[in-house]
């Protein structure tokens, strides 16, 4: 049974539902709703607070309570499952204690978030984020740290700038993340690929590759790799950093969910040259707020100028009332703590998943086996497509992604679906898999009655 402030709060959305209240309208005083409930001022008063709390409502001092914005109760929505969208979980993300950095940012930084700013980004922040880096095992200066409206800006610059090396090609690993091929495309940058799987890459080719195909740098996902959920061991790391001071590479390090590493031996690329060979990026997206629009590069010194340049271009500096909020935050530990909680939640859901595929994919389909993170990726039987089983997945409500995006067009074999937890309840995964697995099943079975006919013929 509901409290008697949430059955008054419950009802003026309601109200707003139903049109009777409009954005600006005064609500009625403390004592008017007290009499109309016979209850107590205290009660309409934690009505209220409530209403405050999901900002329905707001407060004028010696004036009243008043409506923050028109208001809908949700529509009844199908229960989707949802293995398709990437950004973390809504019921993990800290809204209220972030709501109060963001306050203190605004008391603390309110001269520098409504002025012009560092470029290179609010001092004190880069002065967190380099502490906050060493906890992962990368330890550099503040002066190499340059804050940046999302790890996408970061590779998207990196794709257009001059390297110290002069040289002008990238490769990337194939299947990778998607905004990287699409800067690239749209940067018109020559690019080449080298196949990557659970087992990584045949480091072979790969000094081919840097030997012979004037590569600018190679952009890497180290930890949990979106879409195959793959991470490099340290001995193949090391390996790969030798290889790239050999013929002169850059290493672009897109450490996006290396914050879940439940391994505490783990290492990045950078730990193996700090020295600027490889150049780190940290995201806040995926592990922590995606509307922040935060993250951070560590650069070698000699490109620091270059990069500023070509983000002057951009938005001349990131939003700095984001950077003081999560300056904020980070001093005060929350951070930390959240990450432990977060870990935990998508480390089950990756087990879970696993498990679901051990009990009902058919044979014939082979599975990623990621340690933690966001994705698992299916490679398919060759006779079934992995857009058409994303389209008979997503009429029974199950999101899927089919990967073609993830691939330059020699690589892209249409075999190859991503999983994505980070957004599917726990309750659903098991369900989910089973029907993705009873989908391959019928197109398989579809698929060989069509052969058998042919070969009647």
């Known amino acids: 049974m509901n409290p008697k402030y949430m ?153 257009a700038i001059p ?35 659970m087992k990584g890459i045949d480091l072979e080719h790969l000094e081919y590759m840097f030997k012979n195909n004037d590569i600018k740098f190679f952009y890497v996902i180290p930890r949990f790799h979106n879409p195959l959920g793959h991470s490099y061991t340290n001995g193949e790391k090391k390996k790969i950093v030798e290889l790239a001071n050999k013929y002169d590479v850059y290493i672009v390090e897109d450490d996006f969910l290396g914050e879940l590493e439940p391994d505490k031996k ?27 629009r935060i993250a951070s590069i560590v650069l070698p010194k000699i490109m620091i100028k270059s990069f500023l340049r070509y983000k002057f271009s951009s938005d001349f500096n990131s939003p700095v009332l984001s950077q003081g909020a999560l300056d ?25 998943l696993k498990s679901a595929c051990e009990q009902f994919l058919p044979d014939g389909t082979q599975y990623t086996k990621p340690v933690s993170g966001f994705y698992l990726s299916i490679y398919l039987p060759d006779h079934i497509s992995a857009i058409k089983l994303a389209i008979l997945l997503s009429e029974q409500q199950i999101l899927i992604d089919d990967t073609g995006r993830m691939f330059l067009s020699d690589f892209n074999k249409d075999n190859l679906i991503r999983l994505c937890i980070s957004q599917v309840h726990d309750h659903q995964i098991k369900d989910g898999m089973e029907k993705i697995a009873q989908t391959i099943t019928d197109l398989g079975n579809k698929k060989n009655y069509y052969l058998n006919m042919i070969s009647l013929i």
């Open 266 to 292: 783990a290492d990045p690329f950078f730990a193996f040259d700090p020295s600027g060979r490889v150049i780190y990026i940290q995201s806040f997206s995926k592990v922590f707020l995606p509307g922040l």
């Open 7 to 159: 059955k008054i709060a419950d009802e003026i959305k309601q109200q707003l539902s139903n049109g009777n209240l409009a954005a600006g309208h005064k609500l009625p005083s403390v004592r008017q709703l007290s009499k109309k409930f016979n209850c107590s001022k205290n009660t309409v008063i934690k009505a209220y607070s409530e209403l405050e709390r999901e900002h329905l409502i707001y407060a004028i001092p010696q004036s009243g309570y008043y409506i923050v914005n028109e208001f809908k109760l949700p529509d009844n929505q199908p229960d989707v499952i949802d293995f398709l969208s990437a950004g973390p979980d809504k019921h993990l993300l800290p809204y209220i204690e972030f709501q109060h950095c963001l306050n203190q940012a605004i008391e603390k930084y309110k001269e520098e978030i409504f002025t012009y700013s560092d470029q290179q980004g609010l001092l004190s922040l880069r002065t967190e984020v380099v502490k906050n880096l060493q906890i992962s095992q990368v330890f550099t200066e503040i002066d190499r740290v340059v804050i940046v409206s999302g790890s996408q800006q970061a590779i998207h610059l990196l794709t």
């Open 163 to 197: 390297f110290p090396n002069g040289k002008k090609n990238i490769l990337i690993e194939q299947p990778t993340y998607f905004g990287m091929i699409e800067s690239l495309d749209l940067n018109q940058v020559t690019t080449f690929g080298i196949e990557l799987s």
């Open 328 to 352: 904020i935050y980070l001093k005060s530990g929350m951070y930390q703590s959240h990450l432990k909680k977060i870990k935990n939640v998508y480390l089950n859901k990756i087990q879970l």
